[in-house]
């Protein structure tokens, strides 16, 4: 499943788990919570984003909930990503 995350390829059927980690991904490397090797920031698969049923408007609380879950786990392991 996590395979297709990237959803360079769109495979026949997207799962909400499969859209959630596409999207997550995204988020993630966006917010610069890390990489995965990306230069870039991928494009968000339209498919993906519509199984989910986001809005727009979604996604500043999932940003802010993001950052400091992610902040709350770097402090825990007093780690500092590069």
Same mark, same amino acid.
């Given at each position: 499943?996590? #395979?297709? !995350?990237?959803? /360079? !390829? ?8 499969? #859209?959630?980690? !596409?999207?997550? @991904?995204?988020?993630?490397? /966006?917010?610069?919570?890390? /990489? ?8 968000? @698969? ?7 049923? *986001?809005? *727009? /408007?979604?996604?500043e609380y999932i940003m802010q909930r993001s950052t400091k879950l992610f902040e709350e786990s770097i402090s825990i392991m007093e780690f500092e990503p590069q």
């Open positions: 499943m996590i #395979a297709h !995350h990237h959803l /360079s !390829h769109v495979p026949d059927t997207i799962t909400k788990e499969i #859209a959630a980690v !596409h999207i997550g @991904n995204i988020l993630c490397i /966006s917010l610069r919570m890390g /990489s995965g090797g990306e230069k870039r920031v991928p494009i968000v @698969n339209q498919k993906a984003w519509e199984i989910l049923d *986001l809005k *727009l /408007s979604d996604l």
